[in-house]
């Protein structure tokens, strides 16, 4: 009985800590990222990390994100005589939902796991170390172009993967089911907002600074060898792929009520 | 892909990422300011019925332009369009208020009016505005006009009872008949031309009485008529008697002169049927027959009056002390109005009855009576358990107490009666429909006296309410 009320205390000082720290790196990658000049070699490079090498397997999502939701919402307005709204229907959730989530999703997959590696690496290998011997600011040099990179990154990706999930409904819409091209287009301009996209894109931007923090916090504070890069790889996506998923709720109910 | 710098490759990106925003914003409509301005028109509305900002504004179908804003302008509402610069507008432009698609989404439609007028320019007002039709005001209108009917018919009930005006009425029939006798012979000769005038005569009264039916001008109208009836109906019959009178003898003096009259009447009727001349045009219009048939949609809406009758059920069991047993007792109440109501029951007594052969009758009453409240007094009348009765109410508190006095059974038919039956009593409301009884029955009469104790509930019958809706309308 003791034990379990000690494991769970354990639990709780872990994962406070662990959300206090992420805090804390978060505070300290803002002071340094106001501080000019930036690493501007190094953000680019990991904005073509982030952004242009996921572009392809974002697309890939999204194109068939869209036209599976198309084909379920065709088949199911077909009952009630709503095949018309489809492309209103899958713009709409792309925008607002699909677009941000499966792209924050797939960059904490690709980019996440591997900010986390890397710096785990480097931890392990005490590279880290040997930055801070070198009088470099290791968050200033490592992380604040990954937190840039990840911010303005995943808003341009997400807006690709919208209108890639757009054009995929409407590959299934009219060339599949034959509808009009005219009505799937009208429909899909005439409901969207403006406010659908540039919310969807505000999400997209906190997705990619929380995948950035977290993959680096987890890749930061690697110990443990080999292994432990492993562990924090894992803990990196599994994080960010959470954080993502429950923090959309309460982004959503902020921006979208 | 070497020989690209990182930098080149996410610039590239970057445009295009930009570039789709961009495409995508602009088909969203949310770059509106990036358009061609257009201009800027005014409507007076007095219900914009579910119109909104960003709503779509359409000619003949086609979009042209959007509702820019919707303010409250003395208690109408003023909506400003942004209509596209190649549209068009004349003075005698109309606008209405439409619903589309499979949910309802509303729009404005507008009908751009005659090139003959002139054009309306940025910050004009459309001053034609077709509302719309609300039907709890046409239910109104329709309330107020059978009102106004009901009053109608009754002064002439009042006119036409009296023994002077059924006189008179009868002198002016007699009257009428020896016109109609002297017309014959005068006419005879015109039989065709009358005839037609006739189908001319009925066509215009069909189409007037259209008219009158839907107009709530006519309705005021009708309601003045009656009111002058009212006050001088009689002195109006004697007055037509007398005019009636002088007319035969005109009519007899001048023969040829009637016949004339005849034929223009004919040529008259005949310009209205075939749609000439203003009263013609407003006859022959079909616009009266369709707010007619609209104003008949917002008469199922006088329904609502049901919602003012209410219907009360009521159970109560009582114990009684003399004679030991149970009362069982049923009621409906029927409450047209908040003072009058009508209560009949049915109940199952101990105290059986003196039949006429001496034999105790079955223990099955019925009560029925009607009732009026006075503030919180209540008087009824009528029969109680079978025979004539009267009682009175009192109640406090929002009615959860209720003091009761009846007497009944004037002529002492209760067994070993001496005395009317006299049952004063309380009911107090436990809760919103369960209440408790106790009270002293049959106070008078020193064998049958005794005390009672009990419990009811009491509730508001909404189906049944509408039952009785339904069957009154029936008939």
Redesign the interface.
Known sequence: MIKLIETLGRTLIGFSGELGRIVLLLLATVRQALMPPLELRNTFYQMLEIGVRSLPVVVVTAIFTGMVFALQTYTGFKRFGAESVVGTVVALSMTRELGPVLTGLIVAGRAGAAMAAELGTMRVTEQIDALETLATNPVRYLIVPRFFAGMIMLPAVTIVADIIGIIGGYIVTVGLFKTSSVVYWKRTWDFLVASDIYNGLIKACFFGASIAIISCYKGFYTSGGAEGVGKATTGAVVLSSMTILISDYFLSNWLFR | MTGIS??I??GI??I??IA??G???F?????EWAKTRGYAVNILFNNTAGLDEKTKVKVAGIDAGVIEGIDLVKGRARVRLRLDKDIVLYKNATASIKSSG?LGDKFLSINIGTQDQPQLKDGDTIENVREVIDIDDLALHFLRFAQNFSDLTASLNDILGSEESKESVKQSIRNLKDITDSLRLGIDVNDLKLRKTLDNISSLTGSLSRLVDGSSHAVANISDFSGTLKTSGTDLVLDLNKAVREFREIVEENRPAVKSAVASLDSITGTINRGEGSIGKLVRDDKLYDSVSKAAEGLNRTLSTIDRFRTFITFQADYLTKPKGTKGQFYLTLQPSAENYYVFGVVADPAGKTGPGGELSNRVEFTAHLARRFGNAALRLGVTENTFGAGGDYFMDKDRWKISADVWDFSKNEEQAKRPHVKVGMNYFVFKDIFLSAGMDNILNKKGRGGYLGVGVRFEDEDFKYLLGSMSLAK
């Open positions: 990182t930098e490759k996410v990106f970057a295009f990422a789709v925003l495409f995508m914003t088909r969203a409509g949310g770059l499979l």
